[in-house]
Every structure is written in C-alpha cells, then in structure tokens.
C-alpha cells in the first residue's frame, strides 16, 4: 500500500522520474525499439521540411519591398510567436521639393509625377531646383539630406569670361590636349594684345559677345576693333568661319551633361538633345552679310522671330540629335569617333574648373555623408568645322526647359524623368536624419556618448557606405545616358594641374584690368582739361578781387616791423576780434578732403551758357543712346521689317542697284531690270532724299 500511494505524495517532478523508471526498466523487443526511433526520425524530418519552407517566404516577407504576399493555404503550419514577430517598416516620407526660383513648368510636371510635394523655402525640403548659382550662405545653411541642382563654383566654366580664362589657362599648360576653344581675350585686361592680333591678321572676323550675357543678346561681328570702346567689359573671338554645313545652314549641338558628384567626380552626358539651325544660307563673313544674326548665329531665341524659321522634326530649324546622326551617318561620317571627341570636350573643359569646384563643395558642405549635396545638368553648345573637329561655344549652368513644340516636351521631359531617376530620391531618410542630428546636438550638450565617434575599424569597412549604393544606382538606372567620366586613365594627368596657375591668370588680367583703368584715368583727366583750356575763363566778380585785396594787405601787415608799417586802426580791431576767438585746426583727414575737392574743382570746366556752342556730350547718355539704336535695329531686323520694306521698294522700282547687292541675302529679291524707267525713279527718290 505504501509503494502504491507514492506517487500522490510527491510533486510532478517526482512523478515524471516514476514513470521514466517504468518505461525504461519494462523490457520491450527489439522490433519495438525500432519503430519508436523512427517515429521520432519522421517527426524530426517534418519539422526540418517546414522550417525550411516558411523561412526564406518569412525572410523574403520581411525584407522585400513589396510586403503584399499572403498565404495561398488555409491549413498552413503555424509558427511560433518568436519567429512571425516582424520588424514595423518604416513609411517613405514624402518627398518635397522647393521650386520657389523656378519657371519651368516642366520640372513641376515631372517633379509630380515623381510624387514630390512642392513646398516653400521656409520649409525643410529634399530638393531646391533654381535658375540661379547658388550663393555660399545657401549652401552653408543645407541640411544633410537636402540637395541643390547647382554646385558652388560651376560659374568658373559658365560664365563666358571665367571659361575663356580657365581654358587660356588649361591651353598654355596642355596645348595639344585644349585645342578645342578658339581664341578668345577678356576685353579691357586684354584690349592691346587683341589690336596687335587684328593688326597682323586683317582677313579675321572676330565675334563679340558681353561678359555674362545669354539667349544671343548683344553679340555681333565685326571685322575691324576700331569702334569697340577700351573701357568696354567684352569677349573678344576668333570667328569660325568655316562651320560643317547640312542642307547649306549653320547649326550648333545642345549637349545635355550631368554630373551627380565632384568628388569622386562622375560625369553623364545624355544620348539625346537639340540641333539648332540657323534660318538664312550661310555665306562666309563679309562687309555685306555680318549684321545678319539669322546667317551666323543659331540661338532659337533670335531665330524664332525669322519668317524663315521653321517647325518640322525632321527638317526645320530646330531637330534632335537623333535626327541629325541620321543625316550624318547618311553622308558617310564615323559617329563613334566623332562622339567621342565631344565627350572628351566636355569632360576636359569640366576638369579645368574641378579644383575649385572640389575646394567650394567641402566648405559649404562639410558634414553631408548621406547623399551628395548638389547636381547639375549643364548645357554645352558645340560647333563642328568642315572637318568634323568639335570647339566649345559657351556652357549654360541654367539651359532652358521651356517645351513651346512637342519636340522640346519629348527631349526635356525624358530627360527631367531619367534625371531624376538617377538621382535615387529616397535615398535618404529625412526623419531619421533629423532623429540622429537631434541626438547628436543633445549628447553633446549633456555630455554623454563621448566614444561613440570611435568605433573599430572592421565594424566600419563591413557597413557599406551610401556612396557605394549610390554608386551602383547610377551603374544600374542609367537611362538613356551614359557615362563619361570616370572611363579609364585618359584624363589622370590633367587633374595634375599646378595649384599657382589657378591664380597667375587671376592675378594677371587683374593687373592688366587695373593698368588700363589708370590709363582711362589719365585719359579723361587730360580730355577734361583741354576742354577746359579751349572754353573761355570766366571773368572775375568784383567781390572776389576785392578780397584778394584785403588778404594781399593783411598779409603784408602781418609780416612788417617796425613804425613805418602800421596796421590801420580797423585792421587792428579786426585782429584784436579774431585773437579772442577759438579757431580749431583742421585735422589731417579734413585737409586731404579738402585738397581733393580743390583738385576736382581745377579739373572740372567751367561751365559757360552760350547758344552758339553746342552742349558737352556725356559719355554715360551717349552710351545709353547707342545701346537704344542698337535694340531698335534688332526689333527692326527681328521682325522682318526691312524685307517687307524692300519688297514694297521692288514692286514700286524704287529699288537702288548697291541696295540690291546689300541685301540680296534673304534671297527673295530678284535682279532690277535696267529699263531707264526704274533709274529715273531712283534717282528721283535719291534727289528726294538729299533735300534738307
């Protein structure tokens, strides 16, 4: 009875013991046996099956973007507790972008198809897309996920005077390597060394465009430096005057170039863009033809208002580079070689300008190590000569994305899309940025956290680096661009520059800027004294002399002794007042001011009111006088005025032969009969003329 309680008495643990005794002290065969191990076999088999089954879906389940998979059996084996707890994914926050300083609607366009929110500048953007070059306080002011379409610098390339200067630079160091520019001066710093080229040179045409000008504005050619002023800030060119020619036009290509980083420095130029062609036949430069802009200038701002501009992809004045490969390709020309040339000029012109690109990315940007702060898409306008060599016009830091024809919509739009698309926009997180700068600025303000900046040098190399995985983005969503830059070891020896030509050239033209404005100084200060000398002296008031008197006999008492020069006795009262006044001396400052304004009022002429002299002609209305003319002979030419106007001539006979040869250009006036008629209403209209 006793054996029989004992397993009521004690506790489970006591009880489990009992009954493993009994189960192993009862003796069972040999058959048994092996039924029981491989029951046990068959259960562990099972639950091998489906583990390995369930993980890798749990796994991809848990790691896919795409989290939309559910189980395709009702009956599926359930899973502990421990192994279906998944991590909360984080929702992508949306992605907003400043377009404050932005006037293309197809940016906002594409931008919104992108999901992108617009938002203002007060707001904590990803994106700032602006028309402007980015100022260094912008750019200090920049989170670490945020970015900007500009990088601080690129002005070095973009703006006319800086690129001439640079690539100057770049061709006395590399002549073989930058023979791709022509020769150009900074004008006034290099105004003498231009007049002794078009001494030597007289058969040249030289091509003028303004410092920091765009959309053609203000260019022209000439073919003497006479009329150009030593004061004017001007680009001096050698014209090309022997451009490659399709159907008897001029045309230049707008290249699309991107460049995601400066460093490392990654270059893409896009396989796509616009051929603008000029909208009268070209004809070498003479005395006759340079003052036509629709004939050697291929800006579709100025050709757009020429009645011969025409709309048509595959045969009017404004094509894709698509078409135009066509057309070469027709007339027998190796693309692949001629490609490459114009990517080797765009990548060398962009290393002339990378040491300070670099060197203004790491101050503005020190602490972005997320994703790279800025990109640019740049427009480089290239000319082909009749042997097919490619020469740099001009590079535009802002191209133009207005879509006025379905052809800029297809080339610009897929050009934003893929632009952005290379850019990985979700690349960083903004709130987790946020998160950890918050962190970041408490730990350091408690003071706590001090090693965390130190940790060892395996756990870093094992995480793999956001430049790495943007790296790989770009190689894998290139769209329709492609990569010239970094392509080999080509270019390693032109980033090996001499840091002092970076500024001899500054310094050089500074000095040269500096000698000719003390010349101009000089020059006018002269001129205004001729004038002045020319003019008749005024005569002196009564009053004036009168006081001269007065001083000449002051002085004179003031420095006698003895009896026989004696003040007179208002003299002496006059004296005796002004010694009991307080007279301050003037300071130094006071007198350097008052010998300068003594010197203006010697140099300036005095002014004398006669009706029978002309007035002086100020140099400053002058000049605002000759840029009006100039603005009303390019409406004039813009809007096909003068063609109407010798058209009428032509039916009228009024037509003069030398206007005929002037102006044959357009190509719609045809030879005037010699009829004694039409020369005797010319000469009438001539005689008519000449009438005062």
């Known amino acids: 009875m006793e054996l029989g309680f004992e397993p009521f008495s004690h506790g489970e643990d006591q009880r489990s013991l009992g009954s493993s005794k009994k189960t192993y002290n009862v003796p069972t065969r040999k058959s048994d046996k092996v039924a029981v191990m491989a029951e046990q076999l068959d259960k562990e088999e099972v639950a091998d099956n489906i583990t390995s089954i369930l993980l890798p879906n749990y796994d991809s389940k848990l790691y896919d973007e795409d989290d939309t998979s559910q189980p395709t059996s009702c009956s599926a084996p359930i899973i502990p507790i421990e192994t279906t707890r998944k991590k909360k994914k984080r929702k992508r926050s949306q992605i907003s972008i400043c377009l404050t300083n932005c006037r293309y609607e197809s940016i906002r366009k594409v931008a919104s198809a992108f999901g992108m929110r617009e938002v203002s500048e007060e707001e904590a953007w990803n994106f700032y897309w602006t028309d402007m070059s980015v100022s260094v306080e912008r750019a ?3 989170k670490r996920f945020q970015r900007i379409n ?5 002005l070095e390339i973009c703006r006319k005077d800086l690129l001439a200067r640079n690539l100057n630079r770049m061709q006395k160091i590399y002549p073989k390597e930058y023979n791709f520019f022509p020769k150009t001066w900074c004008l006034p710093a290099d105004f ?7 001494k030597s ?3 040249k045409t030289f091509i003028i465009k303004p410092e920091c000008g765009s959309q053609g504005r203000g260019i022209y050619l000439t073919k003497s430096l006479k009329d150009i002023k030593p004061t004017d800030k001007l680009i001096c060119q050698v014209y090309l005057s022997k451009p490659y020619l399709v159907d008897g036009y001029k045309f230049d290509i707008r290249v699309y170039t991107l460049i995601t980083s400066c460093d490392p420095l990654r270059i893409f130029v896009y396989n796509e863009g616009l051929v603008r062609f000029a909208t009268s036949r070209y004809a070498d430069p003479n005395a006759n033809n340079t003052t036509n802009v629709f004939m050697h200038l291929t800006n579709y701002a100025l050709n757009k208002h020429s009645r011969t501009y025409v709309y048509d992809s595959e045969a009017g004045s404004k094509r894709k580079i698509s078409t135009l490969n066509k057309v070469l390709l027709s007339q027998g020309v190796d693309l692949d070689r001629l490609w490459h040339s114009i990517d080797q000029v765009i990548v060398k012109t962009i290393i002339s300008a990378w040491p300070i690109l670099k060197h203004s990315y790491h101050a503005c940007f020190p ?3 997320m994703v790279h702060a800025c990109f640019e898409i740049l427009g480089f306008d290239i000319l ?20 006025d024809t379905q052809l800029d919509r297809e080339v610009k739009e897929s050009l934003l899309t893929d632009t952005l698309t290379m850019l990985n926009i979700w690349q960083c997180d903004k709130k987790r940025v946020l998160e950890e700068d918050r962190k970041r600025i408490r730990d350091r303000l408690l003071q706590t956290n001090k090693f965390a900046e130190y940790t060892p040098i395996e756990e870093k190399e094992s995480e793999r680096s956001p430049w790495q995985t943007q790296i790989q983005w770009e190689e894998t969503h290139l769209g329709n ?16 520059q001499p840091a002092g030509s970076l500024y001899a050239g500054t310094a050089a033209s500074r000095a040269r800027g500096d000698c000719v404005r003390l010349q101009r100084d000089d020059f006018q200060q002269t001129k205004a004294k001729a004038e002045a000398l020319k003019k008749p002296s005024q005569p002196k008031p009564k009053e004036i002399e009168k006081k001269e008197k007065e001083g000449e006999g002051a002085s004179v008492s003031g420095n006698g002794t003895g009896d026989k020069m004696k003040p007179r006795p208002k003299d002496t009262k006059r004296s005796k007042e002004e010694k ?3 007279v301050a001396k003037p300071s130094l400052a006071q007198q350097s001011v008052t010998t300068i304004e003594e010197k203006e009022k010697e140099l300036k002429p005095p002014y004398v009111l006669c009706s029978y002299e002309p007035d002086p002609i100020v140099e400053k209305e002058e000049r605002e006088r000759v840029n009006l003319l100039a603005q009303r002979d390019f409406l004039i030419r813009s809007y096909g005025m003068l063609e109407q106007i010798y058209l009428v001539m032509k039916k009228m006979g009024t037509l003069r032969p030398e206007d005929e040869r002037k102006y044959g250009v357009y190509g719609r006036l045809s030879v005037v009969s010699n009829s004694t008629k039409v020369f005797s209403q010319i000469f009438i209209f001539v005689s008519k003329d000449k009438q005062p």
């Open 140 to 142: 200090k002011e920049m």
């Open 150 to 154: 500009h990088f601080p610098g690129m």
């Open 192 to 198: 003498g060394e231009v007049l002794t080229y078009s």
């Open 201 to 203: 040179r007289k058969n």
């Open 367 to 369: 602490s972005h190590d």
């Open 384 to 403: 082909l000569d009749h042997k097919l060599h490619p020469y740099i016009l001009e590079v535009n830091h802002s191209p133009s994305f207005h879509t």
């Open 481 to 496: 661009f492609r990569r010239v830059y970094p392509s080999g070891s080509q270019y390693a020896a032109l980033f090996q």
């Open 580 to 582: 009991g006044k307080l």
